[in-house]
């Protein structure tokens, strides 16, 4: 459903701010530090998001309004840091680095930066592949999923930008009784600069940034991971492209499940702090490197905690694994070295497993969440890990084989086998909770909330780069092909050779990518449009909020006094009372409830305000003056029904006169206070 009336095309210069915004600064300050502009630019939003977020939490702390001034002075800091970064590490320059030369696609090491150009068409192919995704799903900016969190998410970015504050201490005010909490809020502290930036409203400016986190900023990080890990050349860069956007799972369906916008933004985000991690272990610049990564991990965090996990979890896989690459080739000339690389490899999982232990004691909520049980029989698992297709999503049959293919490639040359456990390690989390989630199961899945798509998601990073690997050695087996039959060698035709190899590889890259995408008819766009199908076009009678009831609580919002807070049944789409007017409204979700306070007598009893005068008191102290009663309910429990019955039931009420009437909505004044 929408949320007024423009366009996609209109909205292109608000997509773009928010593109910029999540690139631009941290790519800058990355390059001030000293790595090169592609590496930069892979991980110049991972960098934006703590500038953002840190800055709106040092604001909100200091009592600063949050603007383009105090965006300004973040990003000078993010810069100032940077720049002394690459000052103090100048005069030391570290060597180049063995990296990892396993076989890139163009002879080049696969540690290399490549290209910043041939990145930037390397997004471009995966931005146009999510456009032709998204666009027509939605249909306009406006929209926005009909799902019972959205209006939390939307009318947080409300919230952030009447108060201005973005702060993530802060953030859990709009949907908290006591007007402030934390929230891990990257994503709407970020849309809500987008809107101050551009006059965009929070629909159109969350629907834009979401654009821009799936079709940039997660293609730029995964672009940027899989050159390092498998070479900088264009078969490499067109093959992860494509593979970024191959995958319903992520970033689509995110983009209206749940609606789980803070879970896209963190993952997102993920590969570009794995290629710092890689360049840190690994190299070159790895003191940059480490220190770029360490200055990151806020905003990952702030973005999603379970991002921040995920990535301790992969990242312990990268240094063990590079800990024991190292013990393996010093075993005969320094066995000392040796043993302690060994040693420095159990150290890492036995702090990885007391942290875990630590996290699990005290993480009694985020165990409990999600019903339990098994969601699906084995046959259906075993299928949805194979082929990419979590839950109700479509098996991708030839994506998936080629993740297979990926597997095999990585095992049989035996390189960066960490990909390959993670994928492992993911799948098997996934299994967890899609054929087990019992309480043992449950002390390895509560990061993800026990909720199979969340874990669905992740195996996407994963998989896109197994995929890449499949893609890019056949690209590399049938260039080397091409060029065996077509000509060079060393000879004094030597230059004229290379160049018919260099053709030979971008035909093969050529070839590759056009029969990938049509086995997959285009990259399974129809897939991932699939994967939105009914969140952003559900009949007017199973929305949330429908176009018409949108319009009847703009119009019955520009009754209510300004100040003035409306008690509204939240199963009934009043909450968005908020959104089309500013005004307040009691329950801005079905999940605001206390126990015996006020909030629970309002709700249940607000109807005999003119019999008892403890309804009168609790309204008093929280400013209710108008209760707003209509709409389609979304739920068919008796016992949420009970909990609201008070103010379903003021229209029997003595005490309360009508104000107005629009659609399937009345708004009341509450006459019995007065």
Excluded at 263 to 286: E, I, K, S, Y
Aim: proline share 5%; with cysteine; charged share 10%.
């Amino acid at each position: 459903m929408a949320l007024g009336s423009t366009t996609w095309l209109e909205a292109v210069p608000v997509v773009a701010v928010a593109a910029l915004l999540l690139v631009l600064p941290g790519a800058v300050g990355a390059r001030l530090a000293g790595l090169r502009w592609a590496t930069a630019l892979g991980t110049g939003p991972l960098l934006t998001t703590t500038a953002v977020a840190g800055g709106g939490i040092v604001a909100g702390i200091v009592g600063v309004d949050w603007g383009v001034a105090t965006l300004a002075v973040s990003v000078l800091v993010l810069l100032a840091g940077c720049a002394v970064v690459g000052l103090l590490l100048r005069s030391r320059p570290e060597p180049d680095g063995t990296g990892t030369t396993d076989g890139p696609d163009d002879g080049r090491s696969a540690a290399s930066d490549g290209s910043p150009w041939s990145l930037l068409v390397g997004v471009a192919v995966a931005l146009v592949v999510a456009v032709l995704v998204v666009v027509p799903e939605t249909a306009r900016p406006t929209a926005f999923p009909q799902s019972p969190d959205t209006i939390f998410h939307l009318g947080t970015i409300q919230w952030m930008l009447a108060g201005h504050d973005i702060s993530a201490l802060h953030a859990g005010g709009y949907a908290s009784p006591s007007g402030t909490g934390f929230y891990p809020a990257a994503f709407h502290g970020v849309a809500a600069t987008v809107a101050q930036l551009t006059g965009a409203t929070p629909v159109v400016a969350a629907s834009c940034v979401a654009l821009a986190l799936a079709g940039v900023v997660w293609p730029i990080g995964l672009l940027v991971l899989a050159r390092r890990l498998f070479g900088s050349g264009w078969a490499t860069t067109v093959c992860a492209a494509l593979a970024s956007v191959a995958f319903a799972a992520f970033p689509f369906w995110l983009m209206g499940y749940g609606v789980l916008w803070p879970n896209l933004f963190g993952q997102a985000l993920l590969p570009a702090a794995l290629t710092l991690l890689l360049a840190a272990v690994d190299g070159p610049v790895r003191s940059r490197s480490l220190l770029l990564g360490l200055a990151g991990l806020p905003g990952l965090a702030i973005a999603h905690p379970n991002a921040l996990i995920s990535f301790v979890l992969i990242g312990a896989l990268v240094v063990v694994a590079a800990l024991l690459r190292r013990a393996w080739l010093l075993r005969s000339t320094r066995r000392v070295a040796s043993a302690l690389s060994v040693g420095a490899a159990l150290v890492v999982l036995l702090g990885l497993s007391a942290a875990w232990v630590a996290a699990t004691v005290v993480s009694v909520g985020m165990r409990s969440s999600n019903p339990p049980g098994r969601e699906m029989s084995n046959a259906k698992g075993v299928v949805d890990v194979l082929f990419l297709s979590p839950r109700a999503l479509s098996p991708l049959w030839v994506a998936g084989l080629v993740v297979l293919v990926g597997l095999v490639v990585l095992v049989v040359r035996r390189q960066h086998l960490w990909v390959v456990l993670a994928h492992l390690g993911v799948t098997a989390l996934y299994l967890a909770i899609a054929l087990v989630d019992d309480g043992a199961t449950r002390l390895l899945t509560w990061p993800w909330y026990n909720n199979s798509p969340r874990l669905g998601a992740l195996m996407v990073l994963p998989a896109a780069l197994l995929a890449t690997a499949a893609l890019t050695a056949a690209a590399g087996w049938l260039g080397t092909r091409m060029g065996t039959r077509f000509g060079g060698g060393a000879s004094p035709e030597a230059s004229a050779g290379s160049s018919r190899r260099a053709t030979s590889a971008l035909a093969a890259t050529a070839l590759v990518a056009v029969a990938f995408v049509a086995a997959t008819a285009g990259a399974d766009i129809g897939a991932s449009r699939h994967s939105l199908t009914g969140y952003f076009s559900a009949p007017a009678d199973e929305s949330w909020a429908s176009e018409a009831d949108l319009e009847a609580l703009r119009t019955l919002g520009a009754k209510v006094p300004a100040g003035a807070v409306v008690a509204a049944n939240p199963w009934q789409g009043g909450s968005y009372l908020y959104l089309t007017s500013d005004r307040r409204v009691l329950f801005p979700t079905e999940k605001v409830w206390s126990e015996g306070g006020d909030l629970e007598l309002l709700g249940a009893d607000l109807d005999r305000a003119a019999e008892d005068p403890a309804v009168c008191q609790a309204a008093a102290r929280h400013r209710v003056g108008y209760v707003l009663t209509g709409g389609s309910s979304m739920t068919d429990s008796r016992g949420q029904e009970r909990r609201y019955a008070g103010i379903d039931g003021v229209a029997d009420a003595a005490g309360f006169s009508v104000v107005g009437r629009a659609g399937d909505y009345t708004l009341y004044r509450i006459d019995a206070c007065r």
